[in-house]
């Protein structure tokens, strides 16, 4: 059964820094795009960033210069660096993988909170 398991949420101040980490399991990482979703309150789930199997990567305009999206292969983990939090950046962070020919799969989330 697949599973990807977000952590590394929590509360910090506007500013400040987290890393989140999605452990996937019963997949092919190596094949997987993955990427990072968000869902403030009261507002869609949006995308953040996405990193092929190959290693590129792109981010929304939003987190541009402050999230950094990586892989590790050989740990079957994603990880976002968040740095220079703001409030907006308030939400539920889901971890997503995309398998070929495309599968697509979802963590359960992570909240992470900035307070101003």
């Known amino acids: 059964q697949v599973q990807l398991v977000e952590s590394g949420g929590g509360l910090v101040q506007s500013g400040g820094s987290l890393r989140l980490s999605c452990a996937a399991s019963?997949?092919?990482?190596?094949?997987?795009?993955m990427g990072w979703y968000r869902q403030a309150p009261g507002k869609q789930r949006e995308w953040v960033a996405f990193?092929?199997?190959?290693?590129?990567?792109n981010y929304v305009d939003s987190v541009k210069g402050r999230f950094t999206i990586s892989r590790d292969n050989a740990r079957n983990t994603a990880t976002l660096q968040m740095n220079r939090l703001k409030p907006e950046d308030t939400a539920v962070y889901y971890c997503?993988?995309?398998?070929?020919?495309?599968?697509?799969?979802w963590g359960t989330g992570t909240l992470v909170t900035v307070s101003s």
């Open positions: 997503s993988a995309v398998l070929p020919p495309g599968e697509l799969y």
């Open positions: 019963a997949i092919t990482f190596s094949s997987a795009n």
């Open positions: 990193i092929t199997s190959g290693g590129t990567t």
